[in-house]
């Protein structure tokens, strides 16, 4: 049966030559960082150097680069190690209702630490607006978290202007670019951005590894504590296969950006009309402030699941924002946040296509999905012809 | 993630569609996650003659109106109100737990069409 | 140059059948865990199957394994989660002076938190005293944490009589068994432990991967908020290869331990009786209680980095719990602990041993070490003849 | 981790061991680590003629005793006062952040020691 693996967003396979970086690491290179001896100067060595590699791709400096185990504890050591750190100065923190749970999730625990969060609405398109944005800072704001691209509908937030915006007010701004990074160019300088969280199997590289980066002079108390890890900020023994993984992962990713971007917004625009002939089909996310990689459709009447079952048995894998795919039963925050109603968000679906898509891929879902969604609509009480 | 027996009623679901001049209709939404199911049956002398369904929901919600439907089509209305959600998901070779109260739903939205029905027999008689 | 890797306690190489099984779950069976479709199920299957496995090797129910991002998370997951679920009971917790720093600095971050600490004494041997800690039990005791075994000296404490002792009194009782895994038969059903950590690196399966068994019915609070990953008490993407690479390497270590073990303590104790021939030299833990693999001698006068940085030179990688060579400055807080004097402390040299080693390596070192440590007392003002 | 000229002086340490009725001596512990270095001179006209060491600490103490005894042999009294630490590092050709200390140590047993031969100087004298 042929195969289309269109879930990009929710994981990447990992690339060779980035398996062909860390396999020496497991067998050969295998010592612990912290060690003095030849096994250890190697390991510390590979690590530093990876350090350097991603401080390249995103403009920051090395000093500037904490390894975490992913994108959910870069999240948390953002939110909860900045809010710790500062709160002598304010406990009111901004964020908006379309972050990722690791983000939201965080949030919440932080209110009930006596933190107080503002979460922001979006626009119909998934736009944090930048006017809503500064009317929510206060004198006791000390820290601000918009997601640089969200995860589901594939919208790209105004970055630039927010970090401009919280640090007028003197505000420090983390972004969860964890969907962002290998699909936008990044430059956390230039862009005012203090801290920056990534993950590892979002850009072909492994599971298990991600980077939170913070800006020097930026105070955050550690939250995974012993050892004298990643300058006192991450305990735990580094993760060195992982580290050189994510470093040659995002290098790859930075040099092959233009050209693959190119080729994905072609394809992922292709996708779009192809499925927009669907009857009642609408596009979630904004037109073209849109990750070159993320196509997201509802199709009313219908539920996602039974799309992502049918699509399953003909070997497209997909996503969707329905409640019955997710352990929490509540269709997305993010469709709802953007104003969709239930019956419509429980349709959507997230194709996110990646480095092993081509042409064909996309046509074969074209001319598959309009059947399965007539199917689904033809069993459906909300559908009447 | 379902078994063989959920996806072929998925698949091949048994008894799509609706009943014009249904002697009951029961209409049921799922609260946990805001899904509609809808069975409509015909009754002769107490007995479910016909029985179709639609359902709005997951795979296991289907599935589920699918068995359901076809372990009453032919039985009284008593046998049928002795059916459970645990016969369904027997019947299906099991659910994932997260999806037991999709089996709920066919179980409610049967006895919903049986009661409708009953107000309009004794309305009539 | 010959090389001779002695230094299995700070971290092993991933063997050749642990690779193995991990390689396909980076390009191929690469999906995201949570997802439903084909690659997802077949990630979600690789994830239980582990955990299955995880849970045969340690005596537990699969429903009682988490997965981490290492020992050090296991640790913090384990007492944190813990002391929060159930501070409403009391807020005393026990552990020993000489726990790994994952333990030891999250106490101390927990006491800032409002809860109180007792930091049991050891003796001479490294071992934890039960009476004393059945004297430090308390009406407010909800938590005790005592390592296996000791990753310094290799003492092995006493974990059934400590969890009985604990468990009379209704106290939670938690053991880091990161060195312990693999070179200590346990079952943590028959030995009474409630929550148990480990690590994938120190048992020649992959960095970056740990788990904590926590049994049925006690409560903790998850530390990694986002997803709903790990039944909601360890948020982020499963890290695939790693826990079947994890999973794979336990077993492996089960199965070999006892053959292994037998080979492993003739090796060290051949050590041991050859560098005790070192004038002044003296065995630190206890000569029977421990670990298969350890092997941790004082030199008198000397200190700990030169013996170090002189091995290496000769192929050989060791470590030791000199101030000089750790990040803090302090001597091993663990010799301390155990009664040694500040330049005993600094004169320690631990080799631990591993599936690599063979008798010449053995003989390699006893034939070098006398030399070294001669030379750098001739340097030494503590040292006259 | 160390730099060559730093493994060179750890290795081949030069002018280890003790000065018989040496003009001064200085011994300083290190507060930090806990090490201890001492160092003996042998002073004839203002000039340091002879130096030896013996230093409990780690690689970079060592090294660092080892150049500083190199530097200062011949020097007189207050060239051998005009040496820093820092002058310590650069001859190692530099040292790990956490190793200055060890070069302070160097530096500050240098001093002990000149102090020790002014004081017995001034008495006789
Ligand atoms: C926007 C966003 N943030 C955070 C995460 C969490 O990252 P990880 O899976 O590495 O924990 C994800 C992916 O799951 C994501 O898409
Ligand atoms: C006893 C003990 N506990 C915890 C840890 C931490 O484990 P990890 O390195 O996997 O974070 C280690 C090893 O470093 C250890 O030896
Ligand atoms: S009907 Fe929504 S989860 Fe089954
Ligand atoms: S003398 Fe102890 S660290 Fe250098």
Redesign the interface.
């Known amino acids: 049966m042929k195969k289309v693996y269109l879930d990009h967003a929710a994981t990447t396979h990992v690339k060779s030559e980035v398996l062909a970086a860390m396999l020496p690491v497991f067998g050969q290179s295998f010592g612990n960082a912290s060690s003095i001896h030849a096994y250890g100067r190697e390991a510390r060595k590979l690590v530093e150097d990876s350090r350097e590699r991603v401080a390249k791709a995103l403009g920051a400096k090395a000093e500037e680069i904490y390894f975490t185990s992913g994108g959910t504890e870069a999240d948390n050591l953002a939110l909860k190690g900045v809010a710790f750190a500062n709160q002598k100065k304010g406990k009111h923190i901004i964020t908006s209702a379309i972050e990722h749970h690791a983000v939201l999730h965080t949030c919440q625990w932080l209110e009930k630490q006596g933190f107080e969060v503002t979460y922001l609405p979006v626009d119909e398109y998934g736009r944090v607006r930048v006017e809503d944005f500064e009317k929510a800072i206060r004198p006791d704001t000390i820290l601000a978290s918009i997601m640089f691209a969200n995860n589901e509908v594939g919208t790209i937030e105004p970055i630039e202007a927010l970090a401009k915006a919280a640090h007028a007010h003197g505000v420090i701004f983390h972004t969860d670019a964890v969907q962002a990074v290998g699909q936008v160019e990044i430059d956390v300088e230039k862009m005012g951005i203090d801290l920056l969280s990534m993950s590892g199997h979002k850009i072909y590289g492994p599971k298990g590894v991600g980077v939170l980066y913070v800006k020097k002079g930026i105070r955050f108390e550690a939250q995974m504590l012993g050892g004298e890890h990643e300058r006192r900020h991450r305990a735990g023994t580094e993760n060195v296969p992982g580290i050189v993984g994510l470093a040659t992962a995002l290098e790859l990713a930075t040099e092959q950006m233009p050209q693959e971007n190119a080729r994905l917004i072609a394809l992922r625009d292709r996708l779009i009309a192809g499925l927009s002939k669907i009857p009642y089909a609408k596009l979630n996310g904004h037109p073209t402030q849109r990750l070159p990689n993320n196509v997201n459709m509802s199709f009313s009447f219908i539920e996602g699941e039974g799309m992502l079952l049918s699509l399953d048995l003909m070997g497209i894998a997909a996503s969707s924002g329905s409640a019955c795919t997710s352990g929490s039963l509540d269709p997305s925050h993010v469709l709802l946040a953007m104003g969709l109603n239930h019956e419509t968000a429980h349709g959507s679906l997230r194709l996110s296509l990646g480095s092993d898509n081509t042409q064909e891929d996309i046509d074969y879902v074209i001319d598959k999905l309009p059947g399965i969604v007539e199917r689904l609509r033809q069993m459906s009480p909300l559908y009447t012809e | 993630?379902?078994t063989e027996k959920v996806?072929d009623h998925?698949?091949n679901?048994r008894n799509?569609g609706e009943i014009e001049n249904a002697d009951g209709v029961g209409?049921v939404g799922n609260a946990?996650?805001?899904?509609?199911?809808?069975i409509f049956i015909k009754v002769e002398d107490e007995r479910i003659v016909d029985v179709k369904f639609?359902?709005?929901?997951?795979?296991?919600?289907?599935a589920s109106s699918s068995v359901a439907t076809e372990m009453i089509k032919g039985k009284t209305i008593d046998e049928a109100l002795a059916i459970t959600n645990k016969m369904v998901i027997e019947a299906l070779g099991g659910l994932p737990d997260?999806k037991i109260h999709c089996s709920v739903l066919a179980e409610e939205a049967l006895r919903s069409a049986i009661e409708d029905y009953r107000k309009n027999h004794m309305q009539k008689s």
């Open positions: 993630m379902y996806m998925f698949m679901p799509v209409e946990k996650c805001g899904d509609i199911m809808k639609k359902t709005f929901g997951c795979g296991a919600a289907i997260v």
